[in-house]
């Protein structure tokens, strides 16, 4: 079996899955307030198709790890079904999910059920105006509630994704390890990308890496993880001593191609080799024109191939160029 192996040396073991593009928040640094024109039905794959498709990564192409995301994937409907049969693909797969947590409530203990292992949720405040302002959706309580039936469901460890903005919650990291580590849950921060559908990133606002781990010292004592960051994006520190951690995934500062080993899939059958790449590779139109798996797989590994050494995000003009991405967070599956 010849895996997803690039030019580079590097090979894709990590796919992401976006479910749907739609999603039932509306993040400032993700969509726009009226929403994105959403793909078509007939456009989106089916079950069977996604259900396919993972099956060749997994057996033909080396794909250990599978997470879904979007859009937000807990609206796709019959979602634990496909988790199930996703599972059924090889209970040593990592299987897991990345969640607005809108609806986690009632679907927590079904998708453990079905064969998922854990799950990121995101929360960028713990303040309810701030929420609504950042998500333009007054929910904050549901994502709280969501985030201790995925802990009680055992969907463990919880991991919260916080996005910090310059002037809307750029104060809050303290607060927000402070509740992580009094609930067990795993924090990360991510900085800011320019993959808003908005197209309102800019360099001076982003809340570094830097920034975030000088705020986070105002209260806690970090030290270096040993453990070796590998192929994980989030630099890992131990807070007063450990054992608890918080994550800095440094995107954009400090990037970390070299070691990068995801694949992506969008909802509607797009390969990307990376979050910024510019050009896609059509896996649906294969899958509905009678291709067999050899084909399809053969594809995958062409578009693997040819993946770029990095984003360059770090590189002030091919940021300009970025930032006028061809979709968003939402439309690619985050
Ligand atoms: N709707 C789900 C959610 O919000 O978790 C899954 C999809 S979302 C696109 C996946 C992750 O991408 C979230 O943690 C979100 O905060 C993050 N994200 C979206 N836009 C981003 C951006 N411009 N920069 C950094 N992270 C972003
Ligand atoms: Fe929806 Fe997730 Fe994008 Fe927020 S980040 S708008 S929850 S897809």
């Known amino acids: 079996m010849t895996g997803l192996l690039d030019t580079f040396g590097r090979r894709a073991t990590d796919l992401r899955v976006s479910l749907t593009d739609k999603c039932n928040l509306r993040c400032t640094y993700c969509m726009p307030a009226e929403g994105l024109p959403w793909l078509p039905k007939d456009e989106l794959l089916t079950d069977d198709e996604i259900v396919r498709l993972v099956r060749i990564a997994v057996q033909d192409l080396g794909v250990n790890a599978i997470r879904f995301t979007g859009g937000e994937p807990l609206i796709r409907p019959g979602l634990p079904d496909l988790i199930r049969r996703t599972y059924e693909l090889g209970d040593d797969l990592d299987l897991s999910l990345t969640t607005n947590g809108l609806g986690l409530e009632r679907i927590a203990p079904a998708l453990k059920e079905a064969g998922l292992r854990r799950l990121n949720v995101s929360l960028d405040t ?79 606002n982003l809340i570094t890496a830097d920034e975030i ?27 007063d001593g450990g054992p608890a951690t918080v994550g800095v995934i440094a995107s954009v500062t400090q990037p970390f191609c070299r070691a990068c080993n995801r694949t992506r899939l969008t909802a509607d059958g797009q390969i990307r080799d990376c979050l910024f790449a510019t050009t896609e590779t059509d896996l649906r139109a294969l899958l509905r024109d009678g291709s067999d798996d050899a084909e399809i797989a053969g594809r995958w590994r ?33």
């Open 213 to 239: 781990l000088d705020s986070l010292r105002t209260e806690f004592e970090l030290s270096p993880s040993v453990a070796p960051r590998g192929s994980a994006p989030a630099e890992r520190w131990l807070v």
């Open 126 to 204: 713990l303040d309810r105006a701030r929420f609504h302002q950042l998500t333009r959706r007054d929910r904050l309580d549901d994502v709280l509630t969501g985030l201790e039936a995925a802990q009680s469901a055992g969907l463990t460890p919880v991991k919260v994704n916080a996005v910090l903005m310059r002037g809307v919650n750029d104060d809050e990291a303290p607060a927000l390890l402070r509740f992580a580590l009094e609930r067990g849950y795993e924090l990360r921060f991510i900085e800011q990308m320019p993959i808003d559908a908005d197209h309102q990133w800019t360099r001076d």
């Open 302 to 334: 062409t578009a693997m191939w040819g993946k770029a050494r990095g984003h360059g995000l770090d590189e002030p003009v091919r940021l300009e160029e970025f930032a006028a991405a061809s979709r968003s967070m939402s439309a690619i599956g985050g």
